[in-house]
């Protein structure tokens, strides 16, 4: 007998009448009129209004569950509503919500040190943590600490498919020119290298082929001074850092192969250019390690990290870098400054969220469940002419869809048609209906990217790729 679906026990039935207020309509009619478009994606027509959330699950306005699937983008590793981080919350709330940035608070001071005791056990270098708000304005605060420690070079080295935010400096490494088209540029635009995306590479090469080919190709860059980047007369390069996401978050979680980040430093090392990680969507445990980089045996010098190190609650966004970069002598007080930027809020709930990861030995618990989502993908590509592709490292996973013929043609449209369908709340599971929340990324906006809770069960996974291969065989 097929097993019942449970919901959250707090949310088995409507335990209250929605709110005495607005209805949807008159909210979306008020949000058409008022709220920037600029700040948000409508992916669908009307736009989607939550009003509640727990576990893996978020409920519309008619208390109707969706499973979601990409967490708020990675942001809430640990699923909606954790009860340990969300008391930490409170607990901090009661004793000492707010203080100055200047000052200094014991949450901020134990969370760095935790980070960096961290860092420096794993890749043998000490170093100090600064911290900011969000994605964004770390990937800046980066961009400040290699520029003063390159004595000024504004020249960098990153991928195409890559996304590093969309502040001024952060889209200058962006690959995506139409999140600069409108703006112009504030500062030099990065130099964008392939990244080993085997799926829509070369034919005929192996994944591990084609991951030192791409290799071969950037250091063929530093072979002549005509070639634009590097002056072998005094052995310096033009190019002070290499942007690197360990796994493309928005290129659609494209997965290199395991030799390319090891062949790409030695280049790196033997030119004097910097390596700095984007950890912002794959950090804490979403590929199975605190950092993904972990994963490929490579020292950065710099990490960027941000969104799940509180869950999705009090924005803490951070940078580690190597002592030889961010000491006082070089970096002194003051290099960066924002009013919020290590706030008692945020660095409280991080700081249980760090405790949490310590006691919990989540590279097992992400690889083992990362394995078995994985089989299932791999089980509806087998059945789904529409799947070209599936891969996963952790909980990060992807699905490429393409057209039918022959199941390499991207297709944003059938994409785009799931992204609707899973949003209606319509589909079925023992008699229950509710809905699937979907991401999309990609090169060619083709790619499902799957980023669940990583306190995601069995049975959820399992019904995961229930409502998936309903959704699939809709479109198709």
Not at 42 to 67: V, W
Not at 103 to 112: F, Q, S, T
Not at 214 to 222: A, G, H
Not at 237 to 251: L, R
Request: glycine share 10%.
């Amino acid at each position: 007998m097929q097993k019942p679906v449970r919901w959250p026990q707090s949310h088995a039935s409507r335990q209250d009448e929605q709110a005495a207020g607005l209805s949807e309509a008159e909210l979306l009619a008020l949000e058409d009129k008022y709220c920037s478009h600029g700040d948000t994606v409508h992916y669908t027509n009307p736009p989607k209004i939550f009003e509640r959330c727990e576990g893996s699950y978020i409920f519309d306005l008619e208390g109707r569950p969706f499973l979601d699937l990409q967490m708020w983008y990675s942001a809430v590793n640990f699923g909606y509503r954790n009860a340990r981080l969300d008391a930490a919350s409170r607990r901090q709330l009661d004793r000492l919500p707010q203080v100055a940035s200047q000052y200094l608070h014991r949450e901020k001071i134990e969370l760095a040190a935790i980070i960096a005791q961290d860092a420096e056990k794993k890749f043998g270098e000490k170093g100090r943590v600064h911290f900011n708000v969000g994605g964004s304005q770390a990937v800046e605060d980066s961009l400040k600490l290699v520029r003063n420690f390159k004595k000024g070079k504004s020249l960098m080295f990153a991928f195409e498919g890559g996304y590093h935010g969309r502040t001024l400096g952060a889209s200058a490494i962006t690959s995506s020119y139409r999140y600069r088209r409108r703006y112009g540029h504030f500062g030099d635009r990065a130099h964008f290298i392939p990244f080993p995306y085997h799926f829509r590479g070369p034919k005929g090469m192996t994944k591990e082929e084609y991951g030192t080919h791409c290799v071969k190709q950037f250091e063929r860059l530093f072979e002549s001074e005509y070639n634009g980047v590097w002056d072998p007369k005094v052995g310096e390069a033009e190019y002070a850092a290499f942007y690197v996401e360990p796994i493309q978050g928005t290129g659609g979680y494209v997965i290199p192969p395991k030799n390319f980040f090891p062949e790409l430093k030695r280049v790196l090392d033997k030119h004097g250019i910097l390596l700095v990680v984007d950890e912002i969507q794959m950090g804490f445990y979403r590929t199975g390690k605190l950092w993904s980089i972990e994963h490929f045996g490579v020292k950065p010098d710099a990490i960027v990290f941000g969104k799940a190190i509180t869950n999705g609650l009090n924005p803490l966004a951070g940078v580690w870098a190597r002592e030889e970069l961010i000491n006082p002598t070089i970096f002194p007080p003051g290099s960066t400054h924002s009013t919020f930027n290590a706030n008692p809020m945020g660095t409280a709930v991080a700081l249980e969220a760090m405790k949490m990861m310590g006691e919990t030995d989540y590279e097992a618990m992400v690889m083992e469940k990362g394995a078995y989502l994985l089989e299932g993908l791999q089980d509806l590509k087998r059945r789904h002419k529409i799947v070209g592709d599936v891969d996963g490292l952790g909980l990060a996973l992807r699905m490429e869809i393409c057209e039918p013929h022959d199941s390499f043609t991207p297709s944003k449209a059938i994409v785009d048609r799931m992204v609707d369908e899973a949003l209606k709340g319509d589909l079925e599971v023992n008699g229950e209906k509710m809905g699937l929340v979907l991401d999309i990324g990609g090169y060619h906006k083709n790619v499902v990217t799957l980023a669940p809770s990583l306190h995601i069960t069995r049975h959820e996974m399992d019904l995961a790729l229930k409502l998936l291969d309903q959704v699939m065989r809709r479109v198709s």
